[in-house]
Nanobody, 122 residues
Framework: QVQLVESGGGLVQAGGSLRLSCAAS????????MGWFRQAPGKEREFVAA????????YYADSVKGRFTISRDNAKNTVYLQMNSLKPEETAVYYC???????????????WGQGTQVTVSS
């Protein structure tokens, strides 16, 4: 099993920045691909970004390209999401996730964190 714990959420004004962290523990060798998702009130959960084990491959949702950056530190078993130029409509619970397979796989994620709230005020 893998446990994922997110941190770094909070309240920020529109145009501001936040950095989310996700610490993995347990069978961390199963965290081949790490990703971030978000779910706004009344909406479905949506993909935000993903990063491969080496960090060499990164995928982003079109809506966050150029503003968000995903990275990972395998020595610390931690993945980060740097979010810049935040918009009020990006208010959501942000979830960290991990899957055992490579980033190019369409398989669903195996492990999920509890989420961290990000609120962007206008």
């Amino acid at each position: 099993q893998v446990q994922l714990v997110e941190s770094g959420g909070g309240l920020v004004q529109a145009g501001g920045s936040l950095r989310l962290s996700c610490a993995a523990s347990g069978r961390t060798f199963s965290t081949n691909t790490m990703g971030w998702f978000r779910q706004a009130p009344g909406k479905e959960r949506e993909f935000v970004a993903a990063v491969s084990w080496s960090g060499g491959s990164r995928y982003y949702a079109d809506s966050v390209k150029g503003r968000f950056t995903i990275s990972r530190d395998n020595a610390k078993n931690t993945v980060y999401l740097q979010m810049n130029s935040l918009k009020p409509e990006e208010t959501a619970v942000y979830y960290c996730a991990a899957k055992k397979v490579t980033i190019t796989s369409t398989a669903t994620y195996d492990y999920w964190g509890q989420g961290t709230q990000v609120t962007v005020s206008s």
